[in-house]
């Protein structure tokens, strides 16, 4: 009997789950939103994520149950864990992942370095914070946020008065995030993977550049990286992955400081689009390993498979016919890059695709895999 | 719209096309001979390849028609054709992998380095072949041999009076093919990948090693082979190709002899065994350059990502089960090593899947995916 994994979201983080399921023979069933979407080879099931029944109904053909994303509510995660599906990861862990004060008050707990932050429940509380921070500080709605929505840089409190008054209304009342304002010289990203049975595999760490607040651009391994800075990500990654009792792969955002610390800035609980570059860099992607994680099979070598790899992101497209019609030229000029699509109609700064390049040289490969993903732009 | 194959066949190697697909954003549609079999996820036809109706109807919904294997009868190839279908390989290209006689007559036009061949049409001209070339001899049956079958050495013509019976009694009549047994030291295969407008490009010649006739190991590249064996295998691919016109992956397997000379064995029109290496070892695996040169697409770099990489094919596998019973401690013992299963029942002697290793030391790889096959057989 083939191994079964069923994913929860239709998105492209399921679809990149497709091919090394094929490839290691584990059967890949999706429940997706909607038809039609980035993951539909593999999407037998269209329904509801929030509705309890339906996640139920499609977790009893599957051996585990997984995500494209962290909105599935607690409640239908426990409801799974309590009719005796196996989740992963799962609800104590995921909770870290979908609040974003839970997450920094584990994290304190955890002795994880971490940005000065606060939760604050009205404009008085923030302007406190904002006063003891050389008054500028982050704002962030705990819940919901994604690719920089729900992130907010406000000088004053007043900045933020619309989402107090949200939280005011939301019948589950609660706070806002706000985090000091951290003069960072540029963003990293360390993936770990953990199985249930708690073998742990830490990536190289990798530095992000991100435009608009969307991932544009990853390097790995991140360049002038030393040991200590190799070793401290790859420590802090292991230390959430264990301490939030994570399963599959984590992905943890840091900022390195202008003082050479490093900080964690936001967690995801599922492959991420840091680490898109192991699709063809490393010896086990991102994707296969969190298949094996979430399967409690052994864990895969990380390591790169050549000294650089650069993925920049497909963002928009062109606006008549579809990625496709750059094909021939992208493929053309640059027969080297790797060339991921997600099957989603082109849209301005959406992400519709990533291409990969590796080699000796950083250098040329940066000029390629930009030059490659340049020609898919309108 | 996004580009769509339909590949003919439900085989390990339209399964292999499934993830370069997905990753590349072509619709992939597979016409199985019946339900269930490797290429199951993409197999939305079911249905019999020497069928007119059948493979028509199935054309009519894409783009370009390919194939898992060699069998599709040339009245059926023909006939897409006539009705303006994209066909790669071709009809004129296909029936040399067809029929071996064929396929001699053009390869001695061509000038191509071959065994010594006649066409025989009973015991006696077999004899006279025999006595002319040492009293020993290789007989093939011109149509429907592979992995072996079909293949006879034989030191007397009585050897082969059943197939010439056989011969006598089928409708077509025809003749065999004899060859001279070639004194050879190691097998060699040269793949080559030729796109509709022209371009062409060659992997690295490889070594291939047989047990019972079926591909058990492939060394990449071809160790101990200098700059003139490199040259000359890549020529002969690249002038069978062009000279063929084949469209799409072309392997052609090689003898090397002991007197320093290579011959052309037999040619496969489609991605080979020898060529499953590239799915680690190579920037584009031979599945994604078959996908990009059936739709004349640019064709991807075909330099290997490592020094070395190895395949072992897992032939066979546990009698209880499943290779499935198998991951855990083939993936414990082996991390780096890439498993691709074909989601079919283990039987002796079977191929059901196999792995591949890439690095710097060819020995440390050759030993660790020799050892990782080894745990998936009974």
Chains 1, 2 share one sequence.
Request: with cysteine; net charge negative; hydrophobic share 45%.
């Amino acid at each position: 009997m083939a191994l079964r994994v069923g994913v929860v979201g239709g998105g492209q983080l399921a679809r990149m789950m497709i091919a090394p399921a094929v490839e290691l023979g584990i059967e890949i069933e999706v429940l997706a939103e909607e038809r039609g979407m980035a993951a539909r080879l593999a999407a037998g099931s269209v329904g509801d994520y929030t509705d309890i029944a339906t996640v139920l109904a499609f977790a009893r053909d599957v051996d585990v149950v997984t995500f494209d994303h962290e909105h599935v509510p607690q409640q239908v995660l426990r409801t799974l864990v309590a009719e005796g599906v196996a989740v992963h990861p799962g609800p104590d862990a995921l909770q870290f992942a979908q609040d974003k004060l839970l997450m920094r008050a584990r994290l304190e707990e955890l002795g994880m370095p971490q940005p000065d932050w606060a939760s604050v429940s009205d404009a008085e509380q923030l302007q406190d914070f904002l006063d003891a921070h050389g008054g500028r500080a982050v704002v962030k709605t705990p819940r919901g946020g994604y690719d920089g929505k729900g992130v907010r840089v406000v000088d004053a409190a007043t900045e933020a008065e619309d989402w107090f008054a949200a939280l005011a209304e939301d019948a589950r009342g609660g706070s806002l995030l706000v985090e000091e304002f951290v003069p960072f010289t540029r963003e990293l990203a360390q993936q770990v993977a953990r199985r249930a049975s708690g073998e742990v595999r830490a990536y190289p760490v990798v530095e992000t550049v991100q435009r608009d607040g969307v991932c544009a651009e990853v390097f790995a391994p991140a360049p002038r990286a030393g040991e200590r800075l190799r070793d401290a990500a790859a420590r802090i990654g292991i230390a959430i992955a264990e301490g939030l009792g994570v399963t599959g792969m984590l992905a943890v955002e840091l900022f390195e400081t202008t003082d050479d610390r490093i900080l964690v800035n936001e967690l995801a609980m599922r492959p991420h689009n840091s680490g898109h570059w192991t699709q063809d860099g490393a010896v086990t992607s991102q994707f296969e390993q969190h298949l094996r994680a979430v399967l409690d099979l052994p864990l895969g070598d990380p390591s790169p498979r050549q000294p650089w790899a650069v993925m920049v992101n497909i963002l928009g497209g062109p606006a008549q016919g579809g990625l496709e019609s750059r094909f021939a030229s992208a493929m053309a000029a640059h027969p080297s890059v790797k060339l991921h699509t997600y099957g989603k109609a082109p849209r301005p700064g959406r992400k519709v695709g990533h291409v990969n390049a590796t080699g000796d040289d950083l250098e040329d490969i940066v000029y390629d895999a930009r030059a490659a993903a340049a020609l898919f732009a309108d």
